[in-house]
């Protein structure tokens, strides 16, 4: 497009001294999806080499109109001047430090020219460091009527991202230099009196932050100039009764109050929404086998794949767990806080305190935000938040469940008074089996929230990356805890079973993965065996290659637990995902009934070698039957495999 042509859009940019930043500016506004804009840039006579900078640029693209002042005129000036200059039907202002996101002026002019009441409009914006890394957002009220309740308390747009009818300023004029630095709000209060307002609600831009802005350079006079037009329009706009306290305590703010203090205040008060869209707060424990199984939240790739900017709130619900909150932007580890000290305190004070921290940083940093929490310990305080209206939306996990939570019967009434306010205040239940949702039902028949079945199923994307690995004739695996809930007679008996059946199997081998008190008491039964492996602790992936290898998965559960009623075993889904025929007994009713109604398993009665050596050999000497239970494995996973989806439309 050639310069001064008629066009679309006219973007304008002046800059002072801005040669560290305006090159990032200039590239993000050339390489906007819309392309019909011109791009004026004025540079306000800068002393560093913002000139040399901006020449570079409009030698190599038509579209930018490069001019520069020879005194400084200021802000108001040099947009007056940029804006006599403008051609463009639309005029969208810009500042040389900041990066506008690439669809920012598609959207728009898309809104603007479906909205042609509104005469001005803008959208939100990240609040960014001068490294352009985001540390909070700005959002803004959205309507015309949203807008004008709330233009006497701050400014209901940001300048550097509006976009103005250009016949805007034919009927009111352009910016007043009587009201410099604060020129645009005035502008803003005139544009009002003739078109509506509006915002988009998507993020438009990444405002930097720098030590010498001019913000923050002319704060003192900036509020002085705000509070002088809000009462010069305060009749024109009807401004309340509150609204005339509040500019009241502003202006005595102005000479009580240091400036730093009330940009700090006023940050953490305007900035509403969260950057954080997700607060996330589970156990922090990683058990003992040292064998990683992680159902929806524990290995992050969940909340990896969809939610970048996250807090995770680790609680220390088991000893060895240690309190952590963690803090991510764009996937990376930010911050995270330890407190250590937490885990030696009695278990009545240690859950006191988890809440009472939990409470604190949801307070700071989960205004609005989604709140996924697991156990009814870790949901109590983010759906006492959800009663007040601070969080936007609880959804509660139920990853397993029982009658008996703890052995004191005061504490298991509490436990359960928490459980049904937690099942109650949530937007969304999530349970690990149908078995809890029924349960459930019964226990709490007057619930109305949504219940939504969520297995124990392993993350698809780490799946597919083994599913297709070659088997290992021959290959059994266990993968789980050594410790002390570990069923010491079940490893017994399938250690026998495995050397009763050496003979008639003659690669046979059973690999053990896992870790835990009683490995090497285990190890001492297995005898020096070669038929008999052990694997020692592994990583989740490296567990996941081990079960993919494997053609037949050994899950141990005898009843013993009392979660076993309502358990949904994650060991027999990752086993069924990855072609691993699992042999397990009835206790597990989740997993039991689908591998009756899908062939997708053997069951036994019991954990004895005879069992054990009679399932293992039906399924080792019997190819067509090996490949038929295979198969049907690969579709009992293959059900729930939207299951990822539909919890990502729920949150």
């Not at 000036?77 to 403008?86: D, F, Q, W």
């Not at 409470?359 to 009814?376: E, H, I, M, N, Q």
């Not at 698809?460 to 789980?480: A, D, F, L, M, P």
Request: glycine share 6%.
């Amino acid at each position: 497009m050639e310069k001064n042509h008629f066009c679309k859009i006219s973007v304008l940019m002046p800059a002072y001294n801005a040669r560290k930043y305006i090159g990032e500016a200039i590239e993000s506004v050339l390489n906007q999806t819309f392309k019909d804009f011109e791009f004026i840039i004025i540079d306000d006579c800068s002393t560093d080499k913002t000139w040399q900078a901006i020449e570079g640029y409009a030698k190599k693209d038509g579209r930018i109109i490069a001019l520069r002042n020879e005194t400084n005129l200021k802000m108001s000036h040099t947009l007056n001047k940029g804006l006599a200059l403008a051609k463009g039907k639309y005029i969208a202002r810009m500042d040389a430090d900041d990066w506008s996101y690439p669809e920012r002026l598609y959207k728009q002019f898309v809104f603007m020219e479906n909205n042609p009441e509104i005469g001005i409009s803008g959208g939100s914006m990240n609040i960014c460091d001068e490294n352009l890394s985001a540390k909070s957002l700005r959002k803004y009220n959205l309507t015309d009527r949203e807008i004008r309740k709330n233009i006497f308390k701050y400014s209901p747009f940001c300048h550097p991202l509006v976009i103005i009818k250009k016949e805007v300023f034919d009927k009111i004029g352009r910016y007043d230099a009587n009201f410099n630095p604060a020129e645009d709000y005035e502008l803003y209060f005139r544009i009002g009196e003739f078109y509506k307002f509006g915002n988009l609600d998507d993020i438009l831009l990444n405002y930097r932050v720098v030590e010498k802005s001019m913000t923050t350079g002319f704060t003192k006079k900036m509020e002085l100039k705000t509070i002088a037009i809000r009462k010069k329009y305060s009749k024109k706009y009807n401004m309340s009764f509150f609204d005339r306290i509040y500019n009241f305590l502003h202006w005595m703010s102005v000479y009580l109050v240091s400036a730093k203090f009330k940009i700090r205040l006023f940050n953490f008060l305007r900035n509403k929404y969260p950057l954080y869209k997700i607060i996330a707060i589970w156990h922090g424990v990683y058990r003992k086998n040292g064998v990683h199984e992680p159902n929806i939240f524990s290995d992050g790739v969940f909340l990896n794949k969809h939610f970048p900017n996250r807090i995770i709130i680790s609680n220390s619900l088991y000893t060895g767990g240690k309190t952590t909150v963690s803090f991510y932007m764009g996937n990376n580890l930010i911050r995270k806080k330890e407190f250590l000290w937490i885990r030696r305190l009695p278990d009545i004070l240690r859950y006191t305190v988890e809440s009472a921290l939990n409470l604190f940083f949801l307070a700071r940093y989960g205004k609005y935000a989604t709140v996924l929490s697991v156990d009814p310990l870790s949901s109590l305080m983010p759906c006492v938040l959800k009663k007040t209206g601070h969080i936007k939306k609880v959804l509660f996990l139920s990853p397993d469940y029982a009658r008996k939570r703890f052995d004191n019967p005061l504490l298991n009434k509490i436990y359960f008074l928490i459980d049904s306010f937690c099942t109650h205040a949530a937007d969304v239940n999530i349970c690990n089996a149908q078995t809890v949702i029924d349960y459930k039902k019964h226990k709490y028949p007057d619930i109305k929230n949504k219940q939504f079945h969520m297995p124990n199923i392993p993350p698809s994307w780490i799946i597919e990356k083994y599913k297709n690995i070659q088997k290992v004739r021959g290959k059994v695996i266990y993968v789980g805890d050594l410790g002390k809930d570990a069923n010491i007679g079940g490893f017994k008996e399938l250690f026998e079973a495995v050397k009763g059946l050496e003979k008639e199997i003659s690669d046979i081998k059973l690999f053990v993965a896992g870790d835990g008190d009683y490995k090497n008491k285990l190890i001492e039964f297995a005898g020096n065996r070669e038929s008999i492996v052990f694997l020692g602790p592994l990583s989740h992936e490296s567990a996941i290659k081990q079960i993919a290898e494997s053609e037949i998965g050994i899950a141990m559960y005898n009843g013993d637990n009392n979660y076993d009623e309502f358990r949904d075993s994650m060991k027999v889904r990752e086993y069924q995902s990855l072609g691993a025929i699992p042999i397990t007994t009835n206790v597990v009713r989740s997993n039991r009934d689908e591998i009756l109604k899908h062939s997708s398993g053997i069951l036994i009665d019991e954990f004895k070698s005879d069992c054990l050596k009679r399932s293992i050999l039906s399924i080792m000497k019997d190819e067509q039957f090996k490949n038929n239970l295979r198969h049907n494995c690969f579709y009992n996973s293959e059900i729930y495999k939207n299951k990822y989806a539909d919890l990502l439309k729920l949150i």
